[in-house]
């Protein structure tokens, strides 16, 4: 006895739909999430970019032996590194435009200090401060700051420059316990 049988071969038209709802169902839960996720990564690079840009000035101020100055230029992280060689004579170390991964971040000084933010290293790795300067770095596109449970969506960061030169990017949520390095010093 003959049988007319038919082999499926491929996948049928309402399998595609299917497979397409529902992959379309996923990207849009996930979507929220990948961008608070990016802008959070925005406030991270920029918070390693300054502390990189204040690392390369205090160290060059070390190996040149002659004033460094590193420039915060204004609320955007755009910064500079120059050093005076000769006296007045300012050579361009290494510069880094806000474009360069942080578009979204906005950088403030809390205190009457204002922007643009001026850091000298001298020979000897310490700087012109009188006292501990902060930055604070924020993301207004992504929303509100992280200062404590179920408060904000952004994980702001602080980089922090001590009169001896020490530099540090820190965590500025106040629930962060006493002795835990992510801590920002007070």
Do not use: Y
């Amino acid at each position: 006895m003959l049988m007319n049988r038919r082999h499926a071969a491929g996948v049928t038209l309402i399998e595609i739909m299917i497979a397409l709802v529902v992959m379309g169902i996923l990207i849009a839960l996930g979507v929220p999430a990948f961008s608070a996720f990016m802008q959070n990564a925005q406030i991270r690079d920029a918070a390693e970019s300054i502390q990189n840009g204040l690392q390369i000035a205090r160290s060059e101020a070390v190996k040149r032996n002659v004033p460094v100055t590193f420039t915060l230029n204004g609320p955007n992280t755009t910064w500079t590194v120059a050093a005076a060689n000769p006296p007045g004579a300012d050579i361009m170390v290494q510069a880094r435009e806000a474009s360069e991964g942080s578009p979204n971040v906005e950088a403030s000084v809390p205190g009457p200090g204002a922007l643009p933010v001026i850091i000298v290293f001298d020979g000897l790795g310490k700087t012109n401060l009188t006292e501990l300067a902060t930055i604070e770095l924020t993301n207004p596109t992504g929303g509100a700051c992280d200062t404590g449970p179920s408060t904000g969506n952004m994980r702001c960061l602080n980089v922090t420059v001590a009169v001896g030169g020490q530099i540090k990017m820190c965590d500025p949520r106040p629930d962060i316990p006493v002795g835990d390095t992510r801590k920002c010093p007070s």
